[in-house]
């Protein structure tokens, strides 16, 4: 392996995610020069961002800075770019700074670790009317997006009007569709109905939809069929065997069994698919491999790319033993890359990648999940204390762990309210501008409104928070 003119080995790592992040930790005190780049500068606990988007957590809570988490690792460093190029024959990645700067960063070992982003299966123009979830920036805009929802029914004096503010439509019944689901359910029926007059909260009515014929299609029968009684007992509609087919700001149309049905929803959550950075696709170009369908780049048993050992690719965006897109397989595929690293260094040789599964969870709603872990399955409370427990113990630090019992505590268990909630008439007013049901003519409700007020609301811009 190469070293650079002082001597120390350079590793970029491209992503601070799960895999990029253990990577990184794993060459502390290693005779190496680590850069880990990000186009955001926090390490995000992907499996909590549903509880941002529902008013549970704070994003600092789930979304540490990468700087904190590398401040005691002399050998390593943090870059806030985006990464635009990789030159795999020069050795170099090619990043863009915040101030449009242009930087060459030289490499000895090359680490892609750039996750995934929502799939919308050929439809992207969806991406418009059903926001995904990936980052924290899509999570705040989600949950301005349903406060605002709510801020809306309280105003509208007309049923239907009301009833389309209140409802809810999630598409992906996978852990995150489920999730989201649930916790919607739980705001509406159990946080908000004492906090608004007009508006009965409890009558939202909230959509989740799968394609398949069972909600969590990768969970086993046993737990399928739990979730789905327990997300009906929630008051959530659970159509399977249906697919989202069109949208509009207004309403989405689905084909299920009984043909195609549109609904007036005000509110659409993207949750169904994923697809690998676009940083897989363009590493298979420069490498000349061919990703597969997710655009996730084939590895070897020892995550390098193909021709170049001394490139590595890892988590969402690599293909390798057919394993599931989540935190597992990246979290230890980074620990076993830091490890190939600094066996080379030594002289040594390390065997393939082996993958342990310790199982898969997801969280219904209070004290509900479900759980498949060292062969046993594990439904309700018992479920629920698991999931905890593995969430709490993979958080970044201690300071996040004990931040996020006190925060679940007082929201969940002590005084069931969400102290995340907060929303300005702005940010309200774009939430709700290409919502606004075209039937109901706007009007003034305060004799102190611009004249013009009302006129501004239709083509207010949208908030970023799209899908990237």
């Given at each position: ?142 949950r301005d997006g349903i406060l605002a929802k709510f801020e809306m029914a309280e105003i509208a004096t007309d049923p239907a009007e009301r009833a389309e503010w209140l409802t809810f439509v999630v598409v992906g019944a996978g852990p995150t569709g489920v999730e989201l689901a649930g ?108 990703a597969d369908r997710a655009g996730r780049i084939p590895v070897g048993p020892d995550c390098t790319v193909p021709g170049h050992p001394e490139v590595f690719a890892l988590g969402d965006m690599a293909s390798l033993d057919k394993l599931p897109g989540v935190a597992q397989p990246a ?138």
């Amino acid at each position: 392996m190469g070293v650079s003119e002082t001597g120390r080995h350079r590793v970029i790592v491209v992503g601070g995610g799960f895999g990029g992040l253990n990577v990184t930790r794993a060459l502390d005190r290693a005779d190496v020069d680590v850069t880990l780049v990000d186009r955001a500068n926090h390490h995000l606990f992907q499996p909590l961002l549903y509880q941002v988007a529902t008013g549970i957590l704070p994003p600092g809570l789930i979304a540490p800075a990468l700087r904190s988490i590398t401040k005691r690792q002399r050998n390593a460093r943090v870059l806030l770019a985006d990464v635009q190029d990789l030159d795999l024959d020069r050795r170099v990645v090619g990043a863009r700074a915040p101030d449009g700067r242009l930087l060459e960063l030289p490499y000895d070992t090359l680490v892609v670790a750039a996750g995934a982003t929502h799939s919308y299966f050929g439809k992207d123009q969806l991406a418009e009317f059903a926001p995904g979830m990936k980052t924290v920036e899509d999570a705040r805009y989600l949950r301005d997006g349903i406060l605002a929802k709510f801020e809306m029914a309280e105003i509208a004096t007309d049923p239907a009007e009301r009833a389309e503010w209140l409802t809810f439509v999630v598409v992906g019944a996978g852990p995150t569709g489920v999730e989201l689901a649930g916790q919607i359910a739980e705001l509406a029926h159990t946080v908000l109905p004492r906090d608004y007059r007009s508006a009965d909260t409890r009558q939202a009515r909230i959509i989740l939809l799968e394609g398949a014929g069972a909600v969590l299609p990768p969970f086993a029968p046993k737990l399928q069929a739990y979730t789905k009684k327990r997300l009906e007992q929630m008051g959530i509609e659970v159509r399977l065997n249906t697919l989202a087919v069109e949208m509009d700001h207004q309403s989405i149309t689905v084909k299920g069994p009984d043909g195609l049905e549109t609904i007036r929803a005000g509110t659409r959550i993207w949750a169904a698919g994923v697809q690998a950075s676009p940083l897989a696709r363009m590493l298979a170009e420069k490498a000349g491999v061919e990703a597969d369908r997710a655009g996730r780049i084939p590895v070897g048993p020892d995550c390098t790319v193909p021709g170049h050992p001394e490139v590595f690719a890892l988590g969402d965006m690599a293909s390798l033993d057919k394993l599931p897109g989540v935190a597992q397989p990246a979290i230890q595929e980074g620990k076993y890359v830091g490890k190939v690293i600094k066996d080379r260094l030594a002289g040594r040789q390390t065997p393939p990648f082996k993958y342990f599964d310790k199982g898969t969870m997801a969280t219904i709603g209070y004290r509900s999940a479900v759980a498949d872990a060292f062969g046993v399955k594990v439904t309700g409370f018992l479920a629920y204390v698991m999931w905890i427990f593995i969430h709490v113990l993979y958080l970044a630090d201690w300071g996040n762990r004990l931040g996020t019992l006190y925060t679940w505590a007082r929201a969940l268990w002590l005084s069931k309210n969400r102290g995340n909630r907060i929303i300005a008439f702005e940010t309200a007013r774009q939430e709700v501008a290409e919502a606004r049901p075209p039937t109901i003519l706007p009007r003034r409700i305060a004799p102190t409104a611009a004249p013009d007020a009302e006129e501004a609301i239709p083509g207010a811009p949208r908030e970023a928070g799209d899908a990237r």
